[in-house]
C-alpha cells in the first residue's frame, strides 16, 4: 500500500515537496518513482529511482524536480522547486514491491499540485 502526502496550491515560482510511504509485507523495493496526470492529458513519468540509485527525469522537470528515498522508512520524495503551472496535475507515486508472492507494481492515491497565482 502506497500513501502520498504533500500537495497543495503553490505560487509560480515556488516549492512543494511530495512523499510517499509504502506499507504491507515487503521484501525489498526495486523501484520508486513519480507520475503525473493533467486534466485532458495522459499519465506522464516525471521521475524514478531505481534500487541502485540511478534517476530518470522527463525532460520537462529536468534541473529543477529532484527524487529522493529513504530507505529504512520505505518512503521516497519529490522536491519540485521553481514550479510552473505546466506543473499541475495530479502526482501519483508508483513502486515495484517486491513481496512474498512476487512482484506488485502499487500505485498511490494521487495528490493534487495547483500550481497558480
Known amino acids: 500500500q502506497l500513501q502520498a502526502y504533500g500537495g497543495g496550491l503553490v505560487q509560480p515560482g515556488g516549492s512543494l515537496r511530495l512523499s510517499c510511504a509504502a506499507s504491507?509485507?515487503?521484501?525489498?523495493?526495486?523501484?520508486m518513482g513519480w507520475y503525473r496526470q493533467a486534466p485532458g492529458n495522459q499519465r506522464e513519468l516525471v521521475a524514478a529511482?531505481?534500487?541502485?540509485?540511478?534517476?530518470n527525469y522527463a525532460d520537462s522537470v529536468k534541473g529543477r524536480f529532484s527524487i529522493s528515498r529513504d530507505n529504512a522508512k520505505k518512503t521516497w520524495y519529490l522536491e519540485m522547486n521553481s514550479l510552473r503551472p505546466e506543473d499541475t496535475a495530479v502526482y501519483y507515486c508508483?513502486?515495484?514491491?517486491?513481496?512474498?508472492?512476487?512482484?506488485?507494481?502499487?500505485w498511490g492515491q494521487g495528490t493534487l499540485v495547483t500550481v497558480s497565482s
Open positions: 504491507g509485507s515487503i521484501i525489498s523495493i526495486n523501484a
Open positions: 508508483n513502486a515495484l514491491i517486491l513481496t512474498s508472492i512476487g512482484i506488485r507494481n502499487s
Open positions: 529511482i531505481i534500487s541502485g540509485g540511478s534517476t
